[in-house]
């Protein structure tokens, strides 16, 4: 059978979609631990990964054939927003929409959880991938740093609000 190269990778995507496996837990685990040390202190060279908040965050860690391959976290800053941060993707699983996938099922749990809004804080070269899956840029637009490195607060609504509906023609 000829495949081209594209579609060799859209099915290895569809594949990829029907294998990926995930799991929540409240506090940071081990798995989201070793992704995160791969990703953000050897690939990104942080200093650090650990806040106080790991240990009562919501952790999300998505598999591939029992392997972690993401990970992120969230908490509510208020009963409807919550604070998405630690996004990471192993290297070997970026551009495949694992990210997407990653997004979409924490603002799924977020959504169950009540929540209506999300930030975030995307790294300058993280933007596009966010705004690719709806979120914006603050109206403020101030550019914040963790260790050097710049970051945009960032926003999507989930859940739109009663009010902001428009009213039906009577």
Known sequence: MNVNHHEQHF???DTM????DFAFTHGTSQDALEIRKLVFLE?????TD????????????LYWNQKPIATASFF???PETFHLRRVAVLQAFRHQ??????LRFAETKIKDLGGRKVICFAQLDKVDFYEKNGYQVTRDGEVTYEENVPHLRM????????HSEPAKNR
């Open 11 to 13: 099915y290895f995507l």
């Open 17 to 20: 979609e029907r294998m990926i």
């Open 43 to 47: 690939e990104q060279g942080f200093k």
């Open 50 to 61: 650990w806040e106080a908040i790991d240990e009562t965050a919501w952790c999300l860690v």
């Open 76 to 78: 509510p800053e208020d």
């Open 97 to 102: 929409k694992v990210g997407s996938y990653l």
């Open 155 to 162: 926003e999507k609504i989930i859940v739109k609000s009663r």
